[in-house]
């Protein structure tokens, strides 16, 4: 049995509705597909929008109308797991709608909009501590006989590989040395980037592009969106890639997609 899973920062979904996010919907096909940034509540979805058919959905908005926020959708089942990176069970956890957990049959889907640093210190330091709690909370996944896939926007340009331009954004945020070695500590945890192992060790591909000087038109990018698994899913991947398309016409962002066996 083959699973696609998909995920995608859609930069606000009544904007990519617009943009025509139904039909790459139909084209990619998924099972699963886990959408970060909606920035959207149900009820504040244009009156012609449905959810997609056949599709399962849970949404996590945000508290703060317009802002952040997940949503998985599934096709195969889906329940539940949890919302968040703590173990606080107050409704008011996760606020900022970052983290929905979803369970697949056996596998596991961490759906995750991991926060920005690049407005002002306050807030990249709000990201700093949020890598460390969730380094220790994904460990939970990691320590699965059970497949668990972490998918999402990690706001994180992993190496040199993964940005186009590693010389001039030393001091960026999403590329900062800290951040970076963070991701390493990830890897050396046990997770896998599906991605990186299907391509291999090459310039790119990138999932995200900046509005100015026509870099989406050059692919001028950075690769922030991701598909970690963890040792019980890594042998389970088929292949992997990123639509680029899908960045150039409904979002900043492209789906990464990867397909299971399982």
Request: charged content about 30%; overall charge negative.
């Amino acid at each position: 049995m083959y699973m696609r899973v998909v995920t995608w920062n859609l930069n606000g979904i009544r904007a990519a509705h617009r943009k025509g996010l139904d039909d790459f919907i139909e084209r990619i096909d998924a099972d699963v597909m886990l959408f970060q940034e909606v920035r959207a509540l149900p009820e504040q979805m244009p009156k012609e929008w449905s959810e997609p058919e056949g599709y399962e959905v849970i949404w996590h908005p945000a508290q703060k109308k317009g802002y952040s926020g997940v949503m998985s959708c599934s096709r195969v089942g889906m329940v539940e797991i949890g919302r968040g990176i703590d173990t606080d069970l107050d409704e008011t956890r996760d606020p900022e709608g970052r983290v929905l957990v979803t369970k697949h049959g056996n596998l596991s889907c961490v759906n995750m909009y991991l926060p920005n640093g690049s407005a002002r210190q306050e807030r990249q330091d709000y990201k700093d501590q949020w890598l460390e709690d969730m380094l220790v909370w994904s460990q939970q996944f990691l320590d699965s006989d059970e497949p668990a896939l972490l998918c999402g926007d990690l706001n994180i340009a992993h190496t040199e590989d993964d940005i186009w331009d590693p010389a001039g954004n030393k001091r960026t945020s999403g590329f900062l040395e800290h951040e970076r070695e963070w991701f390493d500590r990830m890897l050396a945890s046990g997770w896998s980037d599906l991605l990186r192992i299907h391509v291999g060790e090459v310039k790119g591909p990138y999932s995200w592009w900046s509005n100015f000087r026509r870099a989406r038109e050059r692919d001028r990018g950075w690769r922030i969106d991701y598909i970690l698994a963890n040792k019980a899913a890594r042998p389970l991947m088929k292949s992997a890639e990123i639509m680029r398309e899908g960045g150039l016409v409904v979002s900043d962002h492209a789906p990464v997609i990867v397909d299971l066996e399982m």
